[in-house]
């Protein structure tokens, strides 16, 4: 602010410009075409990632400490040790699956432009993959204090089709697979590949469309395998 009494007032106003251009990650919610406009323009990384990682901490402690995993037994120590390693385990959680989520995606995505021949950086699809984190973000914080009000265990996911029809196996994991924010995420990626990486339409909705059906594919795929061995 100091810095700003000895400047002119066209270079404040471009400051100001400037600062209104910068991509902003809750502004996802309620206007992601202008937020991808602005990372495509301005591609932040640290900042927004930082604030994911926060939120994502935050939302696993919350899941795990809500989850009943039958320690009402345990003495003051014990519970003392659970808790710091809930601690530790959002952490890592928390650090680690924003950071490599977004990774791989992104270079995903980034070998698609480079077939499409689109000049869309790594920067800007990394940038573009942070701010839509914050779906699954908001998915597991909903999600985690739904199970720590009403009980339940860490696969309950009530925003998901799998919350009104009960089912078991690969069919359950269909219906949970069928969830607000991961639909909510198809619409915006598509809307993301289109304004930030510059491809067609189609295209943008094809590989969103694509990646979710193969998450789902691979969702029912474990939970079949997983009936098959008892787990």
């Known amino acids: ?10 270079k404040k106003q471009e400051i100001d410009e400037v600062e209104q251009r910068k991509p902003s990650l809750f502004g996802m919610i309620w206007s992601p075409t202008e937020q991808f406009e602005r990372i495509k323009e301005q591609p932040k990384i640290w900042a927004p990632l930082g604030i994911i990682s926060v939120l994502f901490i935050v939302g696993t402690l919350i899941t ?8 009402e ?3 003051e120590d014990e519970m003392a040790i659970f808790a710091g390693f809930a601690v530790v385990i959002s952490i890592i ?34 940038s573009m993959n942070t701010y839509l984190m914050i779906l699954s973000v908001l998915s597991l914080i909903i999600n985690g204090t739904g199970i720590a009000l009403l009980g339940g265990n860490p696969e309950t996911i009530f925003t998901s089709l799998g919350s009104l029809i009960q089912a078991e196996g690969a069919i ?17 990626t598509a809307i993301g590949l289109h304004k930030v990486a510059d491809f067609s339409k189609g295209l943008a909705w094809t590989i969103s469309i694509v990646f979710f059906v193969i998450g789902i594919i691979f969702a029912m795929i474990g939970a079949a395998l997983s009936g098959m061995v008892g787990v």
Not at 66 to 71: C, H, Q, R
């Open 64 to 71: 795990i400490l809500g989850t009943d995993l039958g320690i």
């Open 93 to 126: 959680v928390g650090v680690i699956s924003p950071i490599l989520g977004t990774l791989i995606i992104s270079f995903i995505y980034w070998l698609i432009a480079k077939l499409a021949r689109s000049e869309v950086s790594f920067k800007q699809l990394f």
């Open 1 to 10: 602010m100091e810095r700003m009494f000895g400047m002119s007032e066209e």
């Open 172 to 188: 359950g994991a269909l219906f949970d697979s069928i969830e607000v924010f991961g639909i909510w995420g198809v619409i915006l």
């Open 73 to 75: 037994g345990f003495s």
